[in-house]
């Protein structure tokens, strides 16, 4: 297996514009983690689902935040509009079995709002 | 509130000698905690898991406590190498009155050793 595989990996888009971060986890994991990091709060848990059901989205910091996994080996994570404050880097885990078990991360995707 | 902490100093150790990472965590009695390293530009690496129930856990060159009364973890790496400098990060589950909250990781400590 590939690992997780995150596209793109480097994003700049203009403060309001939509912007979509896709994540491809590992075949056969049943939890995807999104998570988001900045050098002032570090690696922060958004959402992460269970068998593509969300379990927990209460890290989503706002209603411009959305995220979606439409089956077991897609997801999504939106921000509309998107400003500043969200530049960071994105990443997506997945993991097996249990939600504290190891979490394999993908490469993450750099997002600058402009 | 939950917190995790890790010294967000890096630290500076010379080759071939042990470093010894800390993480303490507060108002809270994880069941695992986990051990990741993390590279410029990459996203992080799992290392090590630790049950409640295990006081020391080793791999290679690696070894980590944990001290549920402390409420704290001990990361150490022996005979120390310039390709160990990265910064490690520890994490736990956090669990809210919904269950389970994921994955729930410190600010990392960077590590840089000397040659």
């Known amino acids: 297996d590939a690992g997780v595989i995150q596209s793109p990996r480097h994003e700049v888009t203009e403060m309001g514009q939509e912007v979509t971060l896709r994540c491809k986890p590992i075949?056969?994991?049943?939890?995807l983690f999104w998570y988001r990091q900045t050098m002032m709060r570090g690696l922060e848990l958004l959402i992460y689902?269970?068998?593509?059901?969300?379990?927990?989205d209460s890290g989503m910091p706002e209603d411009r935040f959305s995220a979606k996994m439409p089956n077991a080996s897609f997801s999504t994570l939106k921000i509309q509009p998107s400003e500043p404050r969200d530049s960071a880097v994105y990443f997506c885990?997945?993991?097996?079995?249990?939600?504290?078990?190891?979490?394999?991360f993908g490469q993450g995707t750099r997002l600058t709002v402009v | 509130s939950q917190k995790i902490e890790q010294n967000s100093e890096a630290l500076n150790i010379q080759e071939g000698k042990t470093a010894t990472l800390t993480c303490n965590y507060t108002?809270?009695?994880?069941?695992?905690l986990q051990w990741y390293r993390q590279d410029p530009g990459r996203g992080p690496v799992f290392l090590l898991l630790?049950?409640?129930?295990?006081k020391e856990k080793r791999k290679e060159r690696l070894k980590v406590t944990f001290d549920t009364t402390l409420k704290q973890s001990l990361f150490h790496i022996t005979a120390s190498q310039p390709a160990d400098s990265a910064t490690y990060l520890c994490?736990?589950?956090?669990?809210?009155?919904?269950?389970?909250?994921?994955?729930?990781f410190g600010k990392g400590t960077h590590l840089i050793i000397q040659p």
């Open positions: 108002n809270y009695s994880p069941a695992y």
């Open positions: 075949s056969g994991h049943d939890y």
């Open positions: 885990a997945s993991s097996w079995g249990q939600v504290n078990t190891e979490a394999f």
């Open positions: 689902f269970n068998n593509n059901v969300p379990i927990d």
């Open positions: 994490a736990l589950e956090m669990y809210s009155g919904g269950g389970a909250d994921g994955l729930t």
């Open positions: 630790i049950r409640e129930n295990e």
